[in-house]
């Protein structure tokens, strides 16, 4: 069986234990693991009730919610989810409480879900680590001394240590992928449009952002964007799924990225030998050349990196925010972004357009795409401080870290990142799948089929499932 928040649902369905006693058990999971630093808001209280609510529902309703009595976390960026104070990892917004739900936190809610707590983020997401100055560092439970990467750094601690099976988590540049990547975990970043934005539509960056969850487990993954996604009434037309394409696939393998990024030969083993697994399955791999690609990843970085510093310049400016408050770095990038001319915000318009058309391009040859989705191994704390104002090393080592994530946000297409294997230290070979618009059923597909014990086991038992 396998141990994911699927099998916690079914085991609170079948009165092995009611919701309380799993928010109990992840309540104590979540002092266990204080010094991992995922959580930066508990709310025993509100997780109780929360719990003890769902308990009392009759039992045909308890029945229809797919996570039924499941504890979780929200991130601290995104949502917002009633009742959780929002901090985006900064000072500058300090206990600032969710006064309502967003479209997707009622889903979260609709769909069984029992929050009690709120995960750790770099300030304002600016980080492929979680180590906020406000605190807390977030760490890796695989092994203390790595981060547990960013933006959703806290989410993929907090589920990798078992004190949750799932949690919230965002991605405007690889910050659902990268985090399940460090921990050992699955991370699907949907299409632009498949999830809800509502009420205020205002909290994705320009699009490049989506909203899901890091997950134990494939099936968790395909289970969450199932009950989580479609489009709320608003400004935006609905994201249709497209049919999953029948018999052989075509997939593009880029597992060589030339000279510009330095891949540790076993990650690319690791993409190369995920290849063999699908082609053993009766899909085509084609080696896709880097050159094919080089200039989609490089518009991408830069696209990314001018939308966070428009949006910091932006947030700057609202009342009640203090940029003084802030860390060095983000004072930095918003400062870069305020002094971008109105041609050269036109221009980045324009290069997420041409990114998605240029990225398209490639579907026409190709079904998915398969790549490594890190460089190397999770980094260690502390390797990208935001004490400093070099916002071109910043971002460097940040590129060369994930240096295939931006892409999929730039363009808006799903993408999905799983372990395939472990290095010598015991740490996860993540590989990345990117698909084009509305296909996320695909992508959920060709993981599942890559998806197994025998490549990664996951080391820290699941609060309520350990007994």
């Not at 009392?56 to 009633?82: C, H, I, N």
């Not at 009742?83 to 000072?91: E, I, Q």
């Not at 960013?150 to 985090?179: C, L, M, N, Q």
């Not at 890559?450 to 038992?461: A, D, I, K, N, T």
Request: aromatic share 6%; with cysteine.
């Amino acid at each position: 069986m396998q141990a994911d928040a699927t099998a916690l649902a079914e085991a609170i369905g079948r009165g092995k234990l009611t919701a309380r006693q799993a928010m109990e058990r992840s309540l104590a999971a979540a002092e266990k693991h204080q010094a991992l630093g995922a959580i930066c808001h508990l709310d025993a209280e509100q997780g109780l009730a929360s719990a003890e609510a769902f308990d009392a529902l009759p039992a045909e309703q308890r029945k229809s919610m797919p996570f039924g009595g499941v504890p979780t976390l929200a991130k601290d960026l995104g949502g917002p989810f009633r009742g959780f104070p929002v901090a985006a990892g900064s000072k500058s917004l300090l206990r600032q409480d969710g006064r309502a739900d967003s479209d997707l936190a009622a889903r979260f809610r609709s769909a069984g879900f029992c929050l009690f707590g709120i995960t750790t983020t770099p300030e304002f997401g600016l980080s492929l680590a979680s180590e906020p100055a406000i605190g807390p560092i977030s760490r890796n439970p695989l092994d203390p001394i790595l981060t547990s990467g960013g933006s959703s750094g806290g989410a993929a601690a907090a589920v990798a240590a078992g004190i949750v099976s799932i949690a919230h988590a965002t991605d405007a540049g690889g910050s659902i992928r990268v985090p399940a990547a460090c921990c050992g975990l699955v991370g699907l970043k949907p299409g632009r449009g498949a999830m809800a934005a509502g009420p205020l539509f205002t909290n994705h960056l320009g699009g490049i952002a989506s909203e899901l969850a890091v997950c134990r487990s494939v099936r968790d993954a395909e289970l969450a964007f199932s009950a989580l996604s479609g489009s709320t009434s608003g400004p935006y037309p609905p994201v249709e799924q497209a049919s999953m394409p029948s018999g052989k696939l075509r997939i593009g393998l880029l597992a060589d990225l030339g000279s510009d990024f330095a891949i540790e030969p076993v990650r690319a083993e690791a993409v190369e030998e995920a290849a063999r697994a699908l082609e053993a399955e009766g899909h085509e791999i084609v080696s896709l050349n880097w050159d094919d690609i080089r200039a989609v990843v490089e518009a991408s970085g830069k696209a990314f990196r001018d939308v966070i510093a428009i949006n910091l310049a932006s947030l700057a400016k609202l009342p009640g925010i203090d940029p003084s408050c802030w860390e060095p770095m983000t004072q930095a990038v918003a400062e870069e972004g305020g002094r971008m001319s109105g041609v050269a915000v036109w221009d980045l318009v324009q290069a997420i357009v041409y990114v998605g058309r240029d990225l398209h391009a490639l579907f026409n040859r190709f079904d998915c795409l398969l790549t490594p989705m890190l460089a190397s191994a999770p980094r260690s704390i502390g390797s990208f401080p935001s004490d400093h104002r070099d916002t071109d090393l910043h971002f460097a080592r940040m590129g060369s870290f994930a240096p295939l994530a931006s892409i999929a946000n730039i363009s808006g297409f799903p993408a999905i990142t799983l372990p395939f294997g472990v290095d010598k230290r015991g740490l996860p070979l993540p590989v990345q799948m990117i698909a084009p618009m509305g296909h996320e059923a695909l992508l959920l597909a060709l993981a599942a089929r890559l998806e197994g014990e025998e490549r990664w086991s996951h080391r820290f038992p699941i609060a309520g499932l350990d007994r």
